[in-house]
């Protein structure tokens, strides 16, 4: 059984390797965060985040950060 970490691993691993995507690695991982947002929200406020919206968020973020 296979983590969120061993999954975030690998896919860095993989994005890192390849010198065209590494700009795609703070993409990816705040697409991650937001939809780990999303569950939570989900599961403990019994809201629902159109997937726009979560893209939208993560695109926000990014560019503040």
Known sequence: LLTFCDYWLELSNV?????????????????????WKCRDALVFENV???????????????EEF
Request: proline fraction near 8%; charged fraction near 15%; charge should be positive.
């Open 48 to 62: 629902v985040w159109p997937f726009q919206d979560v893209l939208m968020k993560a695109s926000a973020s990014l």
């Open 15 to 35: 994005i890192r390797q390849h010198a065209d995507a590494k700009p795609l690695l703070p993409i990816v991982a705040y697409i991650l965060w937001y939809i």
